[in-house]
């Protein structure tokens, strides 16, 4: 096609030539543009363009490049649902430009959120049935300002006092476009009723309530509550059961971005059980041989009113799962699923339930499923997610309101640790200052590692960890550019998190308003990545003047860059009593000498067990070993095999140390690679002499000598020697405790670390070149 338009060059008047030029490169973009061209071609034919326009046909002019140079002008419509007019007027830049609407609106206007006609959907219904051609696209235009994105259906009969759970989950939720909608479905129990009353009188917040006179089927309680649906999606809540705060939000994402008509989060079950149910992804034919949908999936309406809706099959010997009856017809008539991978509904088990009384086996409801939906069968449209293009993904997704600045915290992984006590820390102050606070993880933790997610939780409902929620990383890039553009994102802070920093170009491209900071904890772990993509990276945080300084001298960082915030703690107030008991008896009179950290090979556990065992003659010690790690198997055989097992309490993984803490003596940190170890701050606070490695920052934490002890890492005598030393000299101890709290509280505290944060986002927001080109307002 590139001839004709060099043809049209050569042809047209000097004044087109510049459009026309312009024009010609956009093209030729197109054409190596996959997306961009997909969306052309739904929307642009050449033998339907000389169909329409019978002038073009006789001209025997191409019409491609009619359209392109002269229809664009003309305001001709490459077809019924590309309103080039509209798109013009709507978009004067576009206009004043002179390129071709449709040439614009496949390359940038699709990705940007631009709408293509000025028609809106007045119904969920108006949304098209899947095609059964072999290539699908959807147009995701507005949805209607005066109705909500999505429709919670909670049916309740006899589940009176479950049912504010349910409701209070979907109000909780990180997504708020959405309305609730409670169908009291004649339940014979009165205080159930009396109950649902008693919530509909709170005035809840987008909640609508709805009585049935007489007892109905859930199938039929759903249907009742969709038919008064006003959203494009919907998901249908048991009254028993709840939604994790971030589930709407991360389907919905998926369904407009994606274009998925069904999109089922994993399961979580509690009461009664603790299984746990990893959703496979639907597919059809294998529907018909198990449910692969929960129940609480959110789908489109359309798909609802295309099969009819749910069928309830009766109860006791009878019952059949509905829901799975009314996902085998959703699959089959070629509606597209997904499944998020993290268990975001809580799915409660109780003697109680319907599903638990269904007299039939699952064999028999496959059967009685399978010749129900013969028909179906012998007639089904098979799509795939790979077969659709989402034109206008972002039309429903747009930035919140209320213009409050978003942080992003990007993390690996949320374990029990220093790094995380310190963010919780940044966190609680981040969230005090009036931003909304956005934590993303890349990883997923070991089974030998703890997850500490629920203290982030309490500060944040917007934490999403990515790794759990998606399988492929194109999809994690999508949704944290989504978290970028949905949450107004103006600083991003890294630790550490690998799939961030290889985004970093691209993301500053994107999103020029962004500030990104990257915390260092020590010189070598993250120090490629910090300087490999320093050009995208506005400052550097690291710990000590030590750690900057090789920054300078090995890597070349510039100065104004790399700023020095000290690792704090909030202050800790000293035993009264209340520990007591917190150590074994054979603990009692002795000197406790402790160890506090990850059994990983950094933290060097393994030297710590070397150290008991060449001290395990002398009987005044006793040594306390908390942590886990992906070392404890290894850990836990050492100590076996030296018979340190008496000698060494180890309790395993510990949420709150301070009290094995405040009983502790001495406290030894073996590391061979560290940073700042906040646990090093709170023996400090303590007044703990600490005996550690010479390595990382830990010379700027400890004065040899005065606060504390440095050995050579690796050298168990040394650290032996000192431990014995401390052990018997109770004046040293006494002198290194109030020296280790001076120097706690000149250098460590966490309001001074805090309020070193907040200068430095100030500065580099108000310093930023790259923020100020871009018009950022600090």
Not at 113 to 138: C, D, Y
Not at 140 to 152: A, K, T
Not at 366 to 382: C, D, G, K, P
Request: hydrophobic share 40%; glycine share 6%.
């Amino acid at each position: 096609m590139t001839g004709p338009l060099r043809t049209a060059l050569l042809i047209l008047s000097p004044r087109h030539i510049s459009v026309t030029a312009k024009t010609f490169v956009l093209w030729r973009r197109l054409q190596k543009t996959p997306a961009a061209l997909a969306i052309w071609n739904q929307y642009f034919g050449s033998g339907a363009y000389r169909q329409r326009y019978p002038d073009v046909a006789e001209s025997n002019v191409n019409p491609l490049v009619h359209f392109l140079l002269l229809g664009n002008q003309e305001r001709r419509q490459p077809c019924e649902q590309f309103d080039l007019s509209y798109y013009l007027r709507r978009y004067p830049e576009v206009m004043n430009s002179g390129v071709n609407g449709l040439l614009h609106f496949a390359l940038f206007g699709s990705a940007e959120g631009r709408t293509l006609a000025k028609t809106q959907p007045v119904a969920p219904a108006a949304e098209s049935p899947p095609s059964e051609s072999p290539r699908r696209f959807f147009i995701n235009n507005e949805w209607r300002r005066d109705c909500p994105l999505v429709s919670v259906v909670i049916p309740c009969f006899n589940y009176g006092p479950l049912v504010e759970k349910a409701i209070r989950s979907v109000l909780t939720q990180t997504f708020s476009n959405l309305e609730i909608i409670v169908v009291e479905g004649g339940s014979t129990d009165a205080s159930t009723v009396a109950e649902v009353r008693r919530l509909e009188a709170l005035g809840l917040p987008n909640t609508f309530f709805y009585y049935r006179p007489e007892r109905h089927f859930a199938g039929d309680n759903r249907n009742f509550g969709i038919g008064v649906a006003r959203g494009r999606y919907i998901c249908c809540l048991d009254a028993d059961d709840e939604l994790r705060p971030v589930y709407l939000e991360v389907a919905v994402f998926l369904a407009e971005i994606f274009g998925y008509d069904v999109v089922t989060p994993s399961v979580k079950c509690t009461g009664e059980s603790d299984l746990l149910w990893m959703v496979p992804e639907p597919h059809y034919p294998d529907i018909l041989s198990e449910n692969q949908v929960a129940t609480a999936a959110l789908f489109r309406r359309s798909a609802w009113a295309h099969v009819g809706g749910f069928r309830d099959w009766g109860l006791g010997q009878q019952h059949v799962h509905e829901d799975w009856d009314f996902w085998i017809r959703v699959l089959g008539h070629g509606f597209v699923a997904q499944t998020i991978r993290e268990p975001l509904l809580l799915y409660r088990v109780h003697s109680g339930s319907l599903s638990s009384g269904a007299g039939l086996k699952l064999d028999q409801q496959r059967e009685l499923l399978q010749t129900t939906n013969a028909a179906l069968i012998e007639s089904a449209s098979v799509n795939s997610a790979s077969d659709r293009v989402v034109c206008n993904p972002w039309a429903n997704l747009a930035a919140t309101e209320g213009g409050v600045p978003g942080f992003l915290l990007a993390l690996p992984f949320i374990t029990v640790g220093g790094a995380e006590k310190l963010f919780r820390t940044l966190a609680q102050r981040i969230v005090a200052s009036g931003q909304r606070l956005v934590i993303i993880t890349s990883l997923t933790l070991s089974q030998t590692m703890p997850e500490d997610s629920s203290s982030f939780e309490e500060i944040t409902p917007n934490l999403y960890h990515l790794s759990k929620l998606f399988s492929d990383d194109a999809t994690r890039h999508a949704f944290l550019r989504y978290l970028i553009r949905r949450y107004c994102i103006e600083t991003l802070m890294i630790a550490g998190c690998e799939l961030v920093y290889h985004l970093l170009p691209d993301l500053k491209k994107e999103f020029p308003q962004l500030t990104v900071v990257d915390q260092l904890f020590n010189d070598t772990v993250h120090v490629f990545n910090n300087r490999h993509y320093s050009e995208s990276i506005d400052a550097t945080v690291v710990p000590s003047e030590q750690l900057q300084k090789s920054l300078f001298d090995r890597h070349n960082a510039d100065a104004s860059t790399v700023h020095v915030i000290p690792h704090g703690v909030h202050r800790i107030a000293e035993a009264n009593g209340e520990d007591a008991g917190v150590l074994p008896a054979s603990a009692a009179n002795k000197l406790v000498i402790a160890f506090f950290g990850r059994w990983s090979e950094e933290k060097a556990p393994d030297l710590f067990v070397e150290i008991v065992r060449k001290l395990a003659g002398h009987r005044h010690l006793s040594f306390v070993m908390t942590g886990d790690g992906p070392l404890r198997d290894v850990i836990l055989t050492r100590i076996k095999k030296y018979g340190l097992q008496d000698r060494i309490y180890s309790p395993g993984f510990v949420a709150d140390v301070t009290p094995l803490m405040r009983a502790a003596d001495i406290v030894v940190l073996p590391s061979r690679i560290d940073g700042m170890p906040l646990a090093v701050l709170e023996a400090q606070a303590l007044g703990k002499p600490v005996v550690a490695s010479n390595i990382g920052s830990l010379p700027v934490m400890i004065e040899d000598g005065h606060t504390g002890f440095l050995c050579e890492s690796g050298d168990v005598n040394a650290f032996c020697e000192r431990i014995l030393q401390l052990s018997r000299d109770a004046d040293l101890r006494r002198r290194m405790k109030q020296a280790a709290q001076q120097h706690f509280e000149e250098k460590h505290d966490a309001e001074r670390m805090l309020d070193s944060y907040a200068r430095v986002f100030q500065t580099i927001r108000l310093t930023s070149p790259k923020i100020q080109a871009a018009g950022g307002d600090p």
